[in-house]
C-alpha cells in the first residue's frame, strides 16, 4: 500500500533534474526485468521511459503551477501534497495506459490507475516530507551559521 521507490524517483528528480530523470529511467529499465520477466527489452524501455517522463513532466509541472524554483526555496509543506497528486496520477495513467495498449495488463485503465497512484502517493508524500524537514533543518542552520 505504500511504495517508497516512488518518493525515491520523485526526490532524485527534484534534487537531480535530467540527471535524476536519466538516473531514474536506467534503474527502472534495469529493475523492470524482475517484475515484468519475459517482456522483450523495447517494450521494458519504452515503459521505463513513460514511467520516468511522465514524473518528470509532472514535477516541472507542478513546480511551474505553484511558483516553486528549482531550487525549492519557496517549496512548503501545503505543496506536497499537490506536488504528489499531480505527479502520480500523470504517472499512474500513462503508465498503466501504456500496459493496456501493450497487452501488459488488462482493461481496467481506472482502476489499475487509482490502486498505483494510493500506493505512490503515500510513499512519495512520506520521502517528500522527509526532503522538506531537511531542507528546513538545512535553512535553519544556514540562518545560524550566517548570523553569527
Request: glycine share 8%; charged share 10%.
Amino acid at each position: 500500500m505504500i511504495f517508497l521507490p516512488a518518493g525515491i524517483k520523485h526526490l532524485s528528480i527534484l534534487l537531480g533534474g535530467k540527471w535524476g530523470a536519466l538516473g531514474c529511467f536506467l534503474a527502472l529499465f534495469a529493475l523492470a526485468h524482475e517484475f515484468w520477466a519475459g517482456q522483450p527489452y523495447d517494450r521494458l524501455a519504452l515503459y521505463s521511459l513513460i514511467s520516468t517522463a511522465s514524473t518528470w513532466g509532472a514535477i516541472v509541472f507542478s513546480l511551474w503551477v505553484l511558483g516553486i524554483s528549482a531550487s525549492l526555496k519557496e517549496l512548503r509543506f501545503y505543496h506536497l501534497p499537490m506536488i504528489d497528486l499531480i505527479t502520480t496520477a500523470a504517472h499512474g495513467f500513462a503508465t498503466n495506459t501504456y500496459f493496456i495498449m501493450s497487452g501488459m495488463k488488462s482493461d481496467h485503465l481506472i482502476e489499475n490507475a487509482l490502486a498505483m497512484m494510493f500506493g505512490d502517493f503515500a510513499g512519495s508524500f512520506i520521502l517528500l516530507t522527509l526532503l522538506w524537514i531537511g531542507l528546513s533543518i538545512f535553512k535553519k542552520n544556514s540562518r545560524d551559521i550566517s548570523s553569527n
